[in-house]
């Protein structure tokens, strides 16, 4: 694969990309970025985010507030950068120190796997982020008086069993999310906590951009919440951000020019505890950010969800739901997407036909046009589908099960279970057992670990 920039709309042009400044008075932040060159004209973009009404307003003269939105504004950064991709990266405000540095060139590095390798751009060594001095001193926060979370919802399965996770702990929690789909709000309203969310607004040349060939694709989005969400979780008195990430997002799709591809990186365990890391540098006493959900698969996690029939008619994993626009006629399955047809599977064998069935609509096991998707989940063809879904062993251990409870034999899907079993080093014997079973991975403190363990002893 090769690097053709100057082929697109004349990116090789933009040679810098600057962060200019920020502010946020009242409600609304304001972050300003620039893509210049010495043979072309610059090009500002302003992003604009709108802080929770019933929240007090961010006051950036609070240091620890600054840095927060100083945070914000370089992850912010990164939808606009990657239209050009320009070789300097130019900061205007407070330098970074090396660590600082450090974090940022990972985040804009594997944070975009999957934008270099759809763009045929080599990732090695393409993003430097300026950095000088030495660390600076972390600052100190106002600790709320008690114990209460902010819980980050997408509108899908997982963030229901975390919702059922903290409310059997007793913690007070509340929800956050970075906009409002359909069904964000309709899966906010079924849980009936109260319900923080920023308003996003990118610049519109952005898209200009894209439709004239510039650079597009995926961005870590989840790392856009994280930092976000520790600053309204700062402002609003919450001890913590949680989020539902399982333990195989850390799973990813392929290798390409020696790095690990995957689509889920700012899911994964490795982002959340440089996050972690990052946060403890800066601030003393700052809101604790983590994936309640860390230990478990998403089959484990899909048994969770199976006893909270309330909650059935309220969700949806399908991204056409969660695209920029209006979703609001969108399909709430589209029956066809890696997502769709891999939370299927994740429940099927949780679920007798009858209630999967008024779930999704259509058996999307007996659609023969579903196959292709299956061999790549499965692992029998191409590499782990582009999408937040889990590993082939997933996949395997919860088709073994509908083997055994007799509900795959007469599908479509049955020669391919067979033909995944013949490859060599499978070993089905105690997958599904396995697969249920909580893990070690954690980046989260021993009180909530104990209050997981709780509560999968009392389910």
Known sequence: MMDQPANRSGQADYQRFEFLHFDSQGHTARFYYQLSGDRVAPIRFEERLEWPLELPAPDQGDPAVYRCLGNIHRMLGISYYKSCCPAEIILHGEPLSPPEADFWEQVYTFGLGEFFYRNDLDPRGRVRFPRRGSERPPLVCRRPATERVLL????????????????????PVDLFSLGSAPWIQRLAAAFGAPHRVVGRQLDPQLFQLNRAGAYNGHIPISACIAFIGVLVAMVGGYSAVVASNERTASYGNLNWHGMEIN????????????FQALQRAQLVEGPDYFSLLRPLSELAICGLFARRGRYFADFTSCNTNFQLGDTRQTPRWCGRCPKCIFVYVMLAPHLEPAPLQAIFGADLLADAANLPMLEALIGLSGHKPFECVGSPEEVLAALSELVRQGRLQLTPVYPLYEAALAKPGVDIGGLWEAQLLAGPESAFSPVWRARFDAYLRSC
Do not use: N, P, T
């Open 152 to 171: 980050l919802i997408g509108g899908g399965k997982d963030s229901a069993v975390s919702y059922e996770m903290i409310r059997a702990s007793g913690v």
């Open 263 to 274: 689509h889920q990186w700012s899911k994964g365990l490795g982002f959340e505890q440089a």
